[in-house]
């Protein structure tokens, strides 16, 4: 069955999305669409499930048009999506999850049930125990009980939202043989990625999407610097930092295993230097926030030693490591790192350390206004912080970071940003070095990676299995290490 | 202590605990579909009034109970809706509701307090209340008492082996995904929210036509609200356990009019009280229990293990968290 | 918790403006609401609704006797809505505030036991009050305890403490501290009148009472404006995670929040007994704390709203004293009036925000 799509705009108040997208998607065949983060891929998706709601355009079936409202309605339809962060129930057995949504009153029909997860493992050799509890899966295994559950509706058109994210190498062969099963059957596959690696792995044909529109399609051999054209519009230019040769030791970890995050991190040993930029590349969750968040305190290590300039600070807590000069930055600015319902003024307020019993809301409203021309921020210092959008918000935070700080820790700090606002973030940080500051952040973009570090860390699977310095490494190097092959 | 004490006490621990429970268990149902309804400590006066009242005037016992449990579902029914369909916090318009349901009672019921009125009389088993020991405490009660036993097991049933229960549970773990999955979670936690709100009802009439029959200010079923509010966390959300949680607290109910026999020195008070700060200290100890520090240290220590493990719980994950498409 | 204490305010991701005229039409449904739900509960109870209404009217504001009652009534509900407005502020929702208002009471008639047949009655009524602020605010400390260490959510920690606490009332009123004779509910001994709270006799109002509760007022609105820890229990409150990150420790400003809430409730406790049964009664608290959570939710955890608030709210509990007398109902309809008036404010403004962002919906 073919599967068009006619038009389709979404507009969330006044930001578009899509602004008019269409394309049409073959039987058979493996589908990609490709775009970088914030494109409207995971948008599009979303409309296709039935997840949200269009703000206008058609959804035909071999040219009839379709007309749902509901995930539920979609899939009655044929057409399932598999979401980027699965959508499950931790504290249920695999079975339960299996069987939530499926038809049925009273009578729990376990074993028949039980009986059509094995036969739909089998079919496409995955190996999954029902009677785990799912919190105990790892995400590869979570996407594999949610493929089984989609196929045992009945599924004709799988949609994947970056099924890649997250999960094993191994993992990865699996899923990609499975995909590749399901096509031979007939079905209709679509893959969404920002990957370039994965589309080529597996898509016949793909579609690329930048800024809610389609700018190009193409179909297997893919010509990869024209797929990067698509992305970008011009392929991103590597600015060269100048270089800061590093000084003493600044951080030190010996050893240091904690728990946290989906893998935790084992037996890590690590030192930073002053003036260096370490960046942490590795599938998103694979330690490097584990490893942020012991380096700023968050967490306590439960082996190792950890020191900072040479103290130790084993059993400290995260405000000692800030007086001590270290600063960290999360990833989820309006959850960890800025508060909602406060205006830009109140945040810059409640920076103010000095002593005293009344707030000086003089000073914290000329702060705030130097601080939002220095960062070119637009809004005003009466703006309610989520008022403002995410490239200026994330301006705000890094004004936060202090005058002369010893460590920055960042968590991804240019998500979301588009390419002039993170050229702009990294002259900034640059400034910071050069100063003295040693930088440690995470980026999920390779590229950023290799742009902005001295030095880089590979994580997998809680695991450093790759320290090395830029100059000795290279793209495709960094990529292996980061799918887990060193060697 | 002869043996004839113990029956007596155990008999009446199962009856007094009879609309306690029947609270937890409509609680828990409710919370394990997402939604907290605070307003039980009024409800159950409400709805233990109109139980009375309607009876009173119909001469018709059924008639009560029914009432009640309409009441019950309707004041669960406005906090459902007002969190889902108004977004407004449950916390909130619970609490407020408690208070205005109590007053409520108290108004509509001050003609009809100390009023003589109809009671639900025993019913005996045949046969199973000839057994010896067991016949006195289990079978000798009325009919809401054995109803109350008997919804232990069907909510445990229905909760945990259903193919509805598994909906419910669905809903109160993860809202956005069971939307997924196409169940309606909005309709789903209405739906309990009023099946929890008629057992609460129930409880109430529970009060005023068998327990502590008839109608006043203070009626004596004051409080019983916020103490299956707490069962509810004691019990882990799971009915069988809430039960277990009712049962003792009935026990200390009961025992404390005994102390006060045997201990006149302390004074009466001290025992009405008891129980709240009990409550508190339990869930002191099971919040310590469920540390990591704590878990480590039991570790060779089987006892204090599988003390701990009946007592970890886990609360549905979006208990409270309103729900919202798009 | 945050949203809680945003409830009612106005959402900012709804790109729309309230006017006016807004308020005016929410006012005006909020009553018609209040209005016909009072009067069906009173047609089921049988009585003439106008009769009803007019003897709240008269009994609260129909005299300067009856008015002095009023303000009597309002001052402790001022001073627990202001205590309230700092929990809040941080989104705990203090229903041990009922509690506190009672270890406040407590405290209060231990110090003024001293001062029975002393030379100074006013240093030990001085005392007494600082003896209630501090028993108030050491109950509110122990719920905060058992709920930053212990676990123990702020609800039920504060409730099983409101019972221990009315427990201890009744202990004391039936053992230690009862009346020679015989103990009754009708509480301890009153006191000498040189251990009452003046009063300008003239008016029968307490000039200190009113200072207390306008000094609470104008204390509470330049904390929450101006102070640190204001602005410290508003980040906290809007978000713990993300204020922890910029170096503030939620924990201890949730029991600095606890202790202000605590205090001032302790002191509404003095009030109770100094200044209106000079004796310890077992309903001394008058059921205050947890009117006053309506009092704060209704005024939108506004400083200036929540006294006027408090203000008709206790118009409604004394007015509806004359019901028992003038009509046989129960003087339980107050109740009933302001749950409802706090539900359907809730509820009218949360349909009308409804309507207006489904407008906005391209």
């Known amino acids: 069955m073919a599967l068009e799509l006619r038009d389709i705009h979404k507009h969330f108040w006044d930001v578009k999305a899509n602004d008019g997208i269409s394309m049409i998607l073959a039987p058979g065949k493996i589908h990609g669409i490709l775009g970088e983060n914030g494109a409207g891929k995971s948008t599009l998706m979303k409309i296709l499930s039935g997840y949200l709601h269009k703000t206008s355009g058609d959804i035909l079936l071999d040219g009839r048009p379709l007309h749902y409202s509901t995930p539920a309605e979609a899939s009655a339809l044929g057409i399932g999506m598999l979401y980027q962060d699965p959508l499950d129930f931790p504290v249920m057995s695999v079975l339960d999850n299996f069987m939530v949504g499926q038809k049925g009153v009273l009578r729990n029909r376990k074993p028949f049930f039980r009986k059509r997860f094995a036969e739909l493992s089998r079919s496409i050799d995955f190996t999954l125990n029902p009677d785990t509890p799912v919190a105990t899966l790892t995400i590869g295994e979570r996407q594999q009980l949610e493929i089984l559950r989609l196929l045992s509706l009945g599924i004709r058109v799988l949609i994947l939202d970056e099924p890649t994210t997250g999960i094993s190498s191994a993992q990865k062969e699996v899923l990609f043989s499975a995909l590749k099963e399901l096509g031979r059957q007939g079905r209709n596959v679509i893959l969404v990625s920002h990957k370039l690696e994965d589309v080529e792995a597996l898509c016949d044909t793909v579609t690329v999407l930048r800024e809610g529109r389609v700018t190009g399609e193409m179909d297997a051999p893919f010509d990869t610097s024209e797929l990067l054209r698509m992305m970008f519009g011009a392929p991103p230019k590597l600015t060269l930092r100048e270089k800061v040769s590093p000084g003493e030791e600044v951080l030190h970890l010996e050893g240091v295993s904690a728990p946290g995050g989906r893998t935790g991190l084992s037996d890590c040993t690590v030192t930073v230097r002053r003036g260096e930029v370490i960046g942490l590349a590795g599938l998103e969750g694979s330690g490097q926030d584990v490893f942020l968040r012991i380096a700023s305190g968050l967490i306590r290590p439960v082996a190792g030693s950890v020191r900072l300039g040479g103290t130790p600070m084993n059993g400290k807590d995260y405000h000692c490591f800030r007086t001590a000069g270290v600063a960290f930055q999360p990833a989820s600015r309006l959850e960890e790192g800025l508060i909602r319902g406060l205006t830009v003024t109140e945040h810059y307020a409640l920076q103010d350390r000095r002593q005293g019993l009344l707030v000086r809301w003089d000073d914290a409203y000329s702060t705030a206004g130097s601080k939002i021309e220095k960062f070119q921020v637009i809004g005003a210092p009466e703006y309610r912080v989520e008022s403002l959008s995410g490239g200026n918000q994330q301006r705000i935070l890094l004004s936060f970071l202090p005058d002369r700080p010893r460590l920055l820790l960042l968590e991804n700090p240019t998500r979301g940003l588009d390419m002039e606002s993170v050229y702009w973030v990294w002259e900034h940080l640059d400034e910071f070095c050069h100063s003295g500051a040693s930088i440690v952040f995470s980026s999920s973009e390779l590229d950023e990676i290799l742009m902005a570090s001295d030095r880089i860390l590979v994580f997998f699977n809680g695991k450093i299995i790759k320290d090395v310095k830029k100059e000795e490494t290279s793209s495709m190097e960094l990529g292996r290490a980061i799918a887990g092959k060193t060697s | ?326 | 918790m945050a949203d809680y204490v945003q409830n009612g305010q106005r959402i900012s991701a709804g790109q729309y403006t309230e006017t006016v005229g807004d308020y005016i039409r929410e006012g005006v449904l909020t009553l018609v609401v209040v209005l016909a739900f009072t009067t069906f509960v009173l047609f089921i109870a049988g009585a003439p609704p106008l009769d009803a209404y007019y003897h709240i009217f008269k009994g609260s504001l129909g005299s300067w006797g009856k008015f002095t009652h009023v303000i009597k009534a309002w001052i402790p509900l001022t001073l627990c809505s202001c205590g309230l407005l700092y929990t809040f502020r941080i989104g705990l929702w203090n229903i041990g505030v009922e509690g506190q208002v009672v270890m406040g009471a407590i405290f209060t008639t231990y110090a003024l036991r001293f001062g029975i047949a002393t030379p100074f009655p006013l240093v030990f009524l001085a005392l007494s009050f600082a003896a209630g602020i501090a028993g108030g605010a050491l109950w509110a400390l122990l719920a905060g305890f058992l709920k930053t260490k212990g676990g123990v959510h702020e609800i039920f920690a504060g409730l099983g403490l409101n019972f221990v606490a009315q427990g201890t009332v009744l202990w004391l009123i039936f053992g230690p501290w009862k009346r020679p004779g015989v103990a009754s509910m009708s509480g301890t001994e009153i006191f000498p009148t040189d251990l009452w709270l003046p009063y300008i006799s003239s008016l029968r109002i307490s000039p200190i009472g009113l200072a207390c509760a306008l000094g609470a007022l104008i204390l509470t609105a330049a904390m929450l404006r101006y102070t640190r820890v204001g602005l410290y229990l508003k980040a906290i409150g809007n978000n713990p995670n993300s204020a922890y990150l910029l170096g503030l420790k939620p924990n201890r400003y949730m029991l600095i929040a606890m202790i202000c809430a605590g205090g001032f409730a302790g002191l509404a406790g003095s009030m109770q007994v100094a200044g209106v049964y000079h004796r310890l009664i077992p309903s001394i608290s008058s059921n205050y704390g947890y009117l006053s959570l309506l009092v704060v939710m209704l005024a939108n955890f506004n400083v200036w709203i929540a006294p006027l608030v408090a203000f008709f709210f206790a118009c409604l509990n004394v007015g509806s004293i004359q019901l028992p007398m003038m009509l046989q109902l129960d003087s339980s309809l107050s109740g009933v009036i302001q749950g409802t008036l706090v539900l359907a404010t809730l509820a009218v403004h949360a349909w009308r925000i409804r309507q207006k962002t489904r407008g906005a919906r391209p």
């Open chain 2, 1 to 326: 202590m002869s043996d004839f004490h113990v029956t007596i006490l155990l008999a009446s621990v199962i009856a007094a605990a009879a609309p306690i429970l029947l609270a937890t268990l409509g609680e828990t149902i409710t919370e394990k579909s997402g939604i907290i309804n605070l307003s039980l400590d009024g409800t159950i006066l409400l709805s233990a009034m109109c139980a009375f009242v309607i009876a009173l005037k119909t001469d018709n016992i059924l008639l009560g109970f029914v009432a009640a449990s309409l009441v019950g579902a309707l004041v669960a029914g406005m906090v459902a809706f007002f969190s889902i369909y108004l977004k407004q916090s449950q916390v909130a318009v619970g609490f407020v509701l408690t208070l205005m349901t109590r007053d409520l009672a108290y108004f509509i019921g001050s003609p009809y307090s100390r009023m003589p009125g109809p009671q639900v009389g025993p019913m005996p088993v045949p046969f199973l209340s000839e057994i010896p020991f067991f016949g006195d405490v289990l079978f000798r009660h009325n009919l809401p008492v054995y109803f109350s036993m008997v919804m232990i097991g069907v909510a445990w049933w229905y909760v945990y082996k259903t193919r509805l229960g598994l909906r419910l549970r669905s809903v109160g773990e993860n809202p956005e995904a069971s939307y997924a999955r196409g169940i309606n979670p909005n309709r789903v936690q209405m739906v309990y929210a009023l099946c929890g709100g008629l057992l609460v009802g129930l409880a109430g009439a529970t009060f005023s036509l068998c327990i502590k029959p008839g109608w006043g200010q203070p009626q004596g079923a004051e409080g019983t609200g916020w103490i299956a509010l707490a069962l509810v966390i004691f019990g882990g959300w799971n009915p069988v356990k809430a039960a277990l949680g009712a049962y003792l607290f009935a026990f200390l109910q009961v025992m404390s009019i005994y102390f006060q026999g045997w201990l006149p020195s302390i004074p009466a008070q001290v025992f009405q009280v008891a129980p709240f700060p009990l409550m508190i200290f339990i869930l002191v100890i099971m919040f310590f229990a469920q540390r990591e520090s704590f878990v480590r240290w039991a570790k060779d220590k089987p006892v204090v293990r599988a003390v701990i493990r009946a007592l970890s719980s886990a609360a549905p994950s979006s208990l409270g968290r309103r729900y919202s498409e798009e």
